[in-house]
């Protein structure tokens, strides 16, 4: 296994909040970064050594990126996969683009699942209009018709109800190809984050709940409020999941639990998660960070929590009550330097440490 030294630099693909957190992580062990983004300005250019703004199949701007780093990897998933194809072919991309290819396809991602022996929601591929009123026949209503690719914050869904437009649905979600799930009555909503190392270690974080406001992640509880079993079950989904992929880096599992607490996988996400937040201020070792160990051949930390926590999104104006946070003895504040406050927009979060807590499980 070849490990980057200290001082070796890590090409990120992504310039968001994630990004921003992984450069930070990545300073604390002294490494550096350079951000490949399309955009300029990006949250994770500001704490950054190099920053490359291109088109993401700009080729020659990808050629300057892979000579100036020692290791890629993903800040999110919704890059097309050619020109990470590109880039594993001169220089380690981890994780690989064969986990891109499966986790950016809705069916992909379901089929993989199910191949291996987890548990998702019940599912049929939908190409065209016919396609989705056989769809519709098979899983039936409600349902949720979603985008195969590029969908994410409930973009590109649209819900099936009994009295639904077929025409008018598939015409919202943007007329194919796309994927209709069955609805699930689910008690909550949980995650599980497992890092997985070059040479196969693997470390996960306890089963967090998530909670959804218009789509969009507004609450994590660290750990989630289900029994022993369910939370075991939890994590060895997870870990099942990231070694049949072969993931060297992240891992992010949601799931759902019904009232009978059976385990549905709802999608896989190979990077760092925002329910994962909350480990920067409650463990010893963030997920950030242990993304950085894991794909720069170092051994993983302890996934182990000092305290329960809830993190809190600041979504758009929702941000404009940092100075009140700051007063609170408990809260820790993490603001993502967006210039711009937009409705449904992630501008920051907040995470409340709460009571002491036993040092989980490596």
Same mark, same amino acid.
């Given at each position: 296994?070849?490990r980057?030294?200290p001082?070796?630099v890590?090409?990120?693909?992504?310039?968001?909040?994630?990004?921003?957190?992984?450069?930070?992580a990545?300073?604390?062990?002294?490494?550096?970064?350079?951000?490949?983004?399309?955009?300029?300005?990006?949250?994770?250019?500001?704490?950054?050594?190099?920053?490359?703004?291109?088109?993401?199949?700009?080729?020659?701007?990808?050629?300057?990126?892979?000579?100036?780093v020692? %290791?890629?990897? @993903? #800040?999110?998933?919704n !890059?097309?996969? /050619?020109? +990470?194809?590109?880039?594993?072919?001169?220089?380690?991309? =981890?994780?690989?683009?064969?986990?891109?290819?499966?986790?950016?396809?809705?069916?992909i991602?379901?089929?993989?699942?199910?191949?291996?022996?987890?548990?998702?929601?019940?599912?049929?591929? %939908?190409?065209? @209009? #016919?396609?989705?009123e !056989?769809?519709? /026949?098979? +899983?039936?209503?409600?349902?949720?018709?979603?985008?195969? =690719?590029?969908g994410?914050?409930?973009?590109?869904?649209?819900?099936?109800?009994?009295?639904?437009?077929?025409?008018?649905?598939?015409?919202?979600?943007?007329?194919?190809?796309?994927?209709?799930?069955?609805?699930?009555?689910?008690?909550l909503?949980?995650?599980?984050? +497992?890092?997985?190392?070059?040479d196969?270690?693997?470390?996960s974080y306890?089963?967090?709940?998530?909670?959804h406001?218009?789509?969009i992640?507004?609450t994590?509880?660290?750990?989630?409020?289900?029994?022993?079993?369910?939370?075991?079950?939890?994590?060895?989904?997870?870990?099942?999941a990231?070694?049949?992929?072969?993931?060297?880096?992240?891992?992010?599992?949601?799931?759902?639990?019904?009232?009978?607490?059976?385990?549905?996988?709802?999608?896989?996400?190979?990077?760092?998660?925002?329910?994962?937040?909350?480990?920067?201020?409650?463990?010893?070792?963030?997920?950030?960070?242990?993304?950085?160990?894991?794909?720069?051949?170092?051994?993983?930390?302890?996934?182990?929590?000092h305290?329960?926590?809830?993190?809190k999104?600041?979504?758009?104006d929702?941000?404009?009550?940092?100075?009140?946070?700051?007063?609170?003895?408990?809260?820790r504040?993490?603001?993502?330097?967006k210039?711009?406050i937009?409705?449904?927009?992630?501008m920051?979060?907040?995470?409340?440490?709460?009571?002491?807590?036993?040092?989980?499980?490596r």
């Open positions: 296994m070849q980057l030294e001082g070796s890590i090409g990120i693909l992504g310039g968001g909040q994630l990004g921003r957190m992984i450069a930070l990545a300073a604390q062990l002294g490494y550096r970064c350079c951000i490949f983004s399309d955009v300029a300005n990006s949250p994770a250019e500001h704490v950054s050594e190099k920053t490359i703004v291109a088109a993401y199949t700009d080729l020659s701007a990808l050629d300057i990126f892979a000579a100036s020692d %290791v890629v990897t @993903l #800040e999110f998933e !890059i097309p996969e /050619e020109p +990470v194809k590109y880039l594993a072919e001169k220089v380690a991309v =981890r994780p690989g683009p064969n986990v891109l290819a499966t986790a950016q396809d809705r069916v991602e379901k089929k993989f699942l199910n191949k291996i022996g987890i548990v998702t929601t019940p599912f049929e591929p %939908v190409a065209n @209009l #016919e396609g989705l !056989i769809a519709v /026949e098979k +899983v039936g209503r409600p349902s949720v018709l979603k985008t195969t =690719r590029f994410y914050d409930g973009k590109g869904q649209v819900k099936i109800d009994p009295d639904t437009g077929l025409e008018t649905a598939f015409s919202q979600m943007g007329k194919g190809p796309g994927i209709l799930e069955g609805w699930v009555d689910f008690a909503e949980i995650s599980v984050i +497992v890092a997985r190392g070059m196969g270690e693997i470390v306890v089963p967090v709940e998530n909670r406001v218009n789509h992640l507004d994590t509880i660290a750990p989630a409020g289900v029994s022993p079993s369910v939370a075991a079950g939890a994590g060895s989904i997870a870990r099942q990231a070694e049949a992929l072969n993931v060297v880096g992240l891992l992010a599992v949601e799931m759902f639990v019904t009232r009978d607490d059976e385990i549905l996988v709802n999608e896989i996400a190979p990077r760092p998660h925002n329910s994962g937040h909350w480990t920067i201020d409650a463990c010893a070792i963030s997920q950030f960070q242990q993304l950085v160990r894991a794909i720069c051949g170092l051994p993983l930390g302890s996934a182990g929590r305290s329960d926590a809830e993190m999104n600041l979504i758009g929702e941000v404009k009550v940092w100075p009140k946070i700051l007063e609170e003895a408990n809260a504040l993490h603001l993502y330097g210039s711009e937009r409705s449904g927009r992630k920051g979060h907040v995470t409340r440490l709460k009571v002491r807590a036993g040092r989980g499980e």
